[in-house]
Every structure is written in structure tokens, then in C-alpha cells.
């Protein structure tokens, strides 16, 4: 007699065990930056560093 209408989004919801590996990975990138930039002698800003990195990596 009537139909069923859903209005939501059918989506896939994503796995435990990937939002898991996601958060994990996610973690030990800070871990690394926080303990990379605590060690580095010259303290500057990541935005810096990286900028410096990419002047390196392309400059010919």
C-alpha cells in the first residue's frame, strides 16, 4: 500500500578495525613530530621546515 522512503544517506559505515589503524597512524605522526622537533637543535616552526625541505628537494 505505501511505500517506504528513507531519506538518509546509504553509506557503508567504515570498519573498527581501519578508524583503529587511522587513529594509530595519526598518533605516531604527532609522537614523531613532537619528539623530532624536541630533539632538533634549531627550533623552528613545522610550516617552516617543511617549506625548507620542499627549497631542498626541488632546488637544481
Do not use: N
Not at 557503508?12 to 589503524?21: A, D, E, Q
Request: hydrophobic fraction near 60%; charge should be positive.
Amino acid at each position: 500500500m505505501f511505500e517506504m522512503v528513507h531519506t538518509y544517506l546509504k553509506v557503508r559505515p567504515v570498519s573498527r578495525v581501519l578508524m583503529i589503524g587511522l587513529l594509530l597512524i595519526l598518533a605516531f605522526a604527532v609522537t614523531t613530530g613532537f619528539v623530532w622537533v624536541a630533539t632538533d637543535q634549531v627550533v623552528a616552526p613545522p610550516g617552516l621546515r617543511i617549506l625548507d625541505w620542499f627549497w631542498r628537494a626541488f632546488q637544481f
